[in-house]
């Protein structure tokens, strides 16, 4: 019989404690959470430089717009003269 089955007692007072394992296990969990947090602010990174775009867009538009309308008004004053 072991030494456990002769005595009782918590396995723990017998069992060994792999510290290492248990070491590397708490450090994978955070490594993934970390992960998930770059993740998450790459995402949030990723919305505002769509946002950002389509304003940037928005506004080239926006000066097109009016060069085109100033040489339409300038052709025009030019043609009623």
């Known amino acids: 019989m072991s030494a ?5 007692g918590s396995r ?3 069992d060994s404690f ?3 394992t248990a070491r590397i296990e708490a450090n994978e969990r955070v490594a993934e959470e970390r992960w998930a947090g770059l ?4 995402g949030r990174i ?6 950002l775009e389509k304003r940037i867009w928005l506004g080239v538009y926006g000066v ?6 100033q040489g339409a008004e300038a052709i025009l004053r030019a043609a009623m003269r």
């Not at 990723?46 to 946002?51: G, N, S």
């Not at 097109?64 to 309308?69: D, G, K, M, T």
């Open 39 to 42: 993740e998450y602010r790459l």
């Open 64 to 69: 097109a717009a009016f060069l085109l309308a």
């Open 4 to 8: 456990r089955g002769q005595q009782g």
């Open 46 to 51: 990723e919305d505002t430089l769509e946002r």
């Open 12 to 14: 723990f007072l017998y």
């Open 18 to 20: 792999d510290a290492a």
